[in-house]
């Protein structure tokens, strides 16, 4: 770790210090995939809030790499399209930002290209007068990554731990095997502190309070483990179908697309033990404790504790969707699934015996990414019975991740009136009427935590393939077990019927 | 007990069935200060909004009983201005329900006078062809109750445990000696399952909600211990001074007016353990174990635990306020305490070390009944200090009583943004926005109550012993040390600075 990092890390929380301002070092940023659809829609924008809001070093620059031919001019005025469409703040000082950026033409597999890089970080040098922050952003196709990570290794100053850094998108390996097989490859390139696994779930300002709620408060800690929590739900379900996104997606699916990542990363904000510090390994130990102690599934129960389905045609809130093998990129016998739920154990002390389901799906009922924490019943003896025959209802927390943004505490109130009628109400703290517009995108934060060499939001090479594990042994059964039809569900539906069957037969309902 | 509690103690939970309109027995009801305050402002109103709600029996009379003169006519047309002035419901059947009321004027020392009252109640059994139940209510100066209850042991009909039943208003007692020699003298006259001892405030929504919002729900009960409360405060305030309640209240004060009573049976439902039912001798039986594990105050700490004061003159909300000692009935050297505040500890496993701050007071700055549970402070080790030392707060439960109807859970969460900062933020639960308009004022939940046989929210001869066991040693003290100034405070403040002492000298702070 370097001595920043050192020096921060007994005082960081999420790699925002209140003197954040302060912090950054004078920076290139080199985007490969510049001319992609992720700098445009959120890097470029990110960077410029980012700018505004007056967290980036004043000696900054920010190069894209592509393959695409644009004058430094071009470039510019493509990525203004790119704030006008999808920035938080369509106005601002951009004529003062855009001179920061330009465009390096290169092809990425020619190492001589990657003089380009030197020479411009050797101008910066130059004009700055000190030795700048180096970052990479790979937002390519993973069978990219390795050749960028070999050209950039054999840059000599890309072996300053210290100052150089590497941000890899996801997918971060397709399975286990060849995430291990990157981990090595891009591990004998490069320091593990200089690699930043992106997993933009983890930028959001709701997924990060799940953290201050629990390890800020005394109320709701003592309530976390397997005395009081009968179940936990997290739902990230889309309206969305395919899109156009054929290609990548055919060969994903969303086992691999949400819930090796995304869905696991938030059951372990849940269900993690409190960390000592903030410190990013600290972090990272406790969220992977939680990884390596999920139950490993056997293969002769992948069909009792894992469902998937394919959407069929029909319509999402009136708009009509194409069946999933209909769709462009998608063979018509296609057995990828578009939806996934899937239930798992975490075998240890605190949450022994409390299932976590996990569920993510295209083309469903409603867009939402949602934690339900369901606590155990109360005893109920001392009620009458036509009280809790009726009326009765348990105890829940709802973290809303979005597109609602808000804590819902869901218990039981007595109606006012003579007669007796217990009401499941709520208690609701909403982060969007608290602070409405305030909160960054999870790119400006991540984008900032690389800048000050904050890594806990990122994932180390353990935590990806102790993900990959968990969700392996559904993949090979999958894989192992092609079937003539996937079951398959209606659009604006809540998935196929056995996801529903996973948890009945429990003895609980998705919420 | 007689037979129909017997019946209905397996299932009632505050006396509320759902059935409960179907359970009220044909009854005539006596109102002793049939022509006073209370029966003008709550009784026949509490009676008249039953009787809307279909909650009186079909058959049932009333009697106010006084030494005024009035016809039955007059009488009415007095109790129609009550119902048009503090009613919840001004409109309805009140021609309908008007012939219900009679009224009897009458000597309550005479004994002779009281053969009206069999009279009347022989009238109701012929014309309704059943034995009814017969309730008295006391509403009158407490020197009358020994009196009225002697004559009353004397009609025959009065020992019929099942069917006769009397509420006793407070003052209950004035100390401990006498509210033990009025339980011996009533409990020579009628068995303890008739006597009723009301106090209004175990009648409110709110505060019935506290024991559903305990024990009808898995996630607060855990937390309601010393394992993780810091300390709990009870406020009832009020803004108005004497307003010419002098006579009464100086020879009272506010330790006897509202501690001895309202505000030690919140502390009891804040305190007690789960009843295994709601059975009315079950939930008393919980709530006498805390008032008896209250520790003793020895005479020598009376200083230390307990705060009085009397407030001078000021503005109260603009209002002009004269000092108590100015006021009509109140002597000029007046040592009544007009504001106390006192501290007690529970000596029982759940809540061994943990302060019970109690306070009231007039001419207060607000008008508010209020319960917080302070929750110790999480460990903040994990968080830079920076975030610690300014932005910290712990965790807290507000039970708001009146006017406010609501439930508030304080935590902390994260500030949105690149900034760290833990902002104390809240979830509202509010029962008046939830039930706007439907709560049933706390006099007719108590009324209704009675009618059932229900004595769950009705004092027992113990339960006010144990309370005026409690304050006795303060009351002893302050009778014991006249103090040639009492310690004032300025109206509209909250109370003398001891009261904010008593607090801090602990390291709390009144919310």
Redo the contacts between chains.
């Keep these: 770790m370097n001595l920043t990092c050192a020096h921060r890390s007994t005082?960081?929380?999420?790699g925002?210090?209140?003197?954040?301002?302060d912090r950054t070092q004078p920076t290139v940023v080199f985007i490969f995939g510049g001319s992609g659809d992720l700098n445009y829609r959120k890097l470029t924008p990110a960077l410029y809030n980012?700018y505004i809001?007056g967290?980036l070093p004043e000696r900054f620059a920010v190069a894209g790499i592509g393959r695409s031919e644009y004058t430094n001019e071009a470039f510019r005025e493509r990525l203004q399209g790119g704030i006008a469409e999808f920035s938080r703040r369509k106005e601002g000082p951009w004529d003062e930002f855009a001179p920061k950026i330009s465009y390096l033409k290169m092809d990425v597999a020619d190492d001589a290209s990657y003089a380009q890089i030197t020479k411009l970080v050797q101008t910066c040098q130059t004009d700055w007068g000190v030795e700048p922050n180096v970052l990479f952003y790979l937002a390519v196709a993973p069978q990219l990554v390795p050749g960028i990570a070999t050209n950039l290794s054999k840059l000599s100053f890309c072996h300053n731990h210290e100052r150089v850094r590497m941000v890899v998108e996801k997918p971060f390996g397709h399975d286990l095997a060849s995430a291990h097989e990157l981990n090595v490859l891009l591990g004998g390139l490069f320091a593990e502190e200089q690699i930043y696994r992106i997993d933009h779930y983890l930028g959001k300002?709701t997924v990060?309070?799940i953290l201050?709620?629990r390890?800020?408060?005394?109320?709701?800690?003592?309530?976390f483990n397997r005395?009081?929590v009968a179940e936990v739900q997290i739902t990230a379900a889309e309206t969305v179908g395919l899109e156009g996104r054929g290609g990548y997606y055919e060969s994903s699916g969303a086992l691999r697309d949400m819930i090796q990542n995304h869905l696991l990363q938030l059951l372990c904000m849940v269900a993690m033990d409190?960390?000592?510090?903030?410190n990013a390994n600290e972090v990272r130990n406790k969220k992977v404790d939680v990884l390596n102690a999920i139950r490993p599934i056997s293969p002769n129960e992948v069909d009792q504790v894992a469902v998937r389905g394919q959407y069929g045609s029909g319509t999402v809130k009136n708009k009509p969707v194409p069946a999933y093998r209909d769709e462009e990129g998608v063979a018509n016998d296609s057995q990828t699934e578009t939806f996934a739920a899937v239930k798992f154990m975490v075998d240890n002390w605190r949450w022994y015996d409390v299932p976590f389901y996990l569920r993510t799906g295209k083309a469903l009922t409603e867009k939402m990414t949602s934690i339900t924490i369901q606590?155990?019943?109360?005893?109920?003896?001392?009620?009458?019975?036509?009280?809790t025959a009726e009326s009765?209802g348990?105890?829940r927390?709802t973290i809303n991740i979005q597109p609602a943004m808000d804590?819902?505490?869901s218990?039981?109130?007595?109606?006012?009136?003579?007669?007796?009628?217990?009401?499941p109400?709520?208690?609701?703290?909403s982060?969007k009427g608290?602070?409405e517009g305030?909160?960054?995108e999870a790119y400006?934060?991540l984008l900032?935590d690389v800048m000050l060499g904050d890594a806990t939001l990122f994932m180390r090479a353990d935590q990806v393939e102790a993900a990959w594990r968990a969700v392996t042994p559904i993949l090979e059964h999958w894989e192992g077990h092609k079937l003539a039809e996937l079951p398959t569900y209606a659009p604006g539906s809540w998935g196929p019927d056995a996801a529903h069957e996973l948890l009945t037969k429990d003895g609980f309902v998705w919420q």
Tied chains: 1, 2.
Excluded: C, H
Aim: glycine letters at 2%.
């Design positions: 005082t960081t929380f999420f925002m210090l209140p003197s954040a301002k980012l809001d967290f300002e990060q309070n201050a709620l390890f800020a408060n005394a109320l709701f800690e003592p309530l005395n009081y409190a960390p000592t510090s903030f606590f155990k019943e109360a005893p109920k003896l001392a009620f009458p019975a036509e009280v009765w348990s105890n927390l804590i819902r505490l218990f039981q109130a007595k109606r006012p009136g003579q007669v007796l009628d217990l009401d109400v709520e208690m609701v703290f982060f608290a602070y305030q909160e960054p400006e934060t900032l």
